[in-house]
């Protein structure tokens, strides 16, 4: 039976008892759980406390009430250490569901979720003795509510909780960003069904919360002392970090020792992309990367920035020209960025700037026309891939343009 489940009683007459029942012509009432309905906790002997019990210390006591409530399928709440002393000498552990409910709200008061009182008076009572232990006063053992049922005991908080197996699981699903959501669904792949788990979705978005508190304000003195650690194993690892007046990482550049020595063979063009966003810090993520003799990607560098503003890239173009071997590549390949386009040209003045093709074309549903787009985008990028010289190039872009009728058209114009 559920926690929120009432009792359904049946009016009838003692005198009647002799006459056939036609249940669907008694009245049906419903009775909320009161302290007129009992529960006794169905638990072995071993686990339920009794009068008179000894404990060495209030923790001990804690845990058995906790193991106890655990198997019956209830919650415990406890009482406060003493003010003055700061010390237990009475230690009360009760069902969570004692005291009265909520009085109705007013105002702007918030409603306290999962939390029902209905005065139940399930306790246990310890007190410290003269040895210095605590010994068991008072044990209460009815409630007045229907206990957790079995199948649903393992939602029951102090039920749920992470294996050490689960946690390094969980850490390693996080580090390749996979969603919350679908850890759990690995974790319960792994345990053979979400009732094994032994915890709940909700408490792995805790453990992400709790972790990203342990981080707050220690991120980047963590990022840093990576940063060092990787230089100390590995002269040839570079990296600078710039921060703000609040001590906040506004730009970091890194360049490993592999990426430094692959711009000195196969830098003389790089690709320069800033449209990857990193969504935790709102800082902008910039690879800087180039093409090996086999048609790879390989990366020379990449930098986080808080902005893309003209002076950050000033600055990112000069760590990179500082941090690379062998001098300016010969060419860059950039998106249509004003600001980037104004810290080219005045850190690399004798870089031929050209923007990236990839680029262009998905401008085209943006600056041209619905129908042109559609009857002559493959035109487009069949031009621009599967010209082989600058001759046959400029041959097909005026054979487009012409049979498009876009000749006159300002942005065609402005990136031919």
Known sequence: MAANDVVLCVEMETDEMDVPLDLETLPIRA???????????????????????????????????????????????SSRR??????????????????????????????????????????????????????VNIFDECHNHPMTSPEMRHLVKSNRGHTKAQKLLWQQLSMVNIPTHRQFDILGVQAGGFQYIGCTQQDLYNLERDKRKETKGHDGE????????????????????KADAENKITHCFWADA????????????????????????????APLMGINNHGQTIVFGAAFLSDETADSFVWLLKEFLM????????????????????????????????????????????????????????????????????EEFDSKWRSVLAKSGLSGHSWLQSIY
């Open 258 to 285: 592999l990426s430094r020595q692959s711009y000195k063979v196969y830098g003389d063009v790089i690709i320069f992309d800033t449209t990857y966003q990193t969504n935790r810090y709102g800082l902008i993520f």
């Open 222 to 241: 963590m990022l840093h002392d990576y940063f060092q650690l990787e230089q100390e194993k590995d002269s040839g690892f570079y990296f600078t970090i």
């Open 323 to 390: 941090a690379m071997p062998g001098g300016p590549p010969k060419m860059i390949i950039t998106d249509q960025d004003l600001a980037m386009e104004k810290a080219i040209s005045e850190i690399l003045p004798d870089t031929f700037h050209r923007y990236c093709s990839w680029h262009i074309l998905r401008k085209f549903s943006e600056k041209l026309d619905a129908i042109k787009c559609r009857d002559y985008y493959e035109d487009f990028r069949n031009c621009i891939y599967s010209s082989e010289n600058g």
């Open 82 to 135: 003493s003010r003055k002393t700061n010390e237990f000498i009475r230690k009360e552990f009760f069902c969570n569901r004692q005291g009265n409910g909520p009085r109705e709200l007013t105002g702007n008061e918030k409603r306290i979720r999962g939390v029902v009182r209905e005065d139940c008076k399930a306790r246990m009572i310890v007190g410290r003795v003269k040895t210095g232990g605590f010994v």
């Open 31 to 77: 009775i909320p759980p009161s302290q007129d309905h009992v529960f006794y906790p169905q638990v072995s002997n071993e686990l339920k406390p009794f009068k008179g019990q000894e404990f060495k210390t209030w923790e001990e006591a804690h845990v058995f009430y906790t193991k106890y409530a655990s198997a019956a399928g209830f919650v415990i709440g």
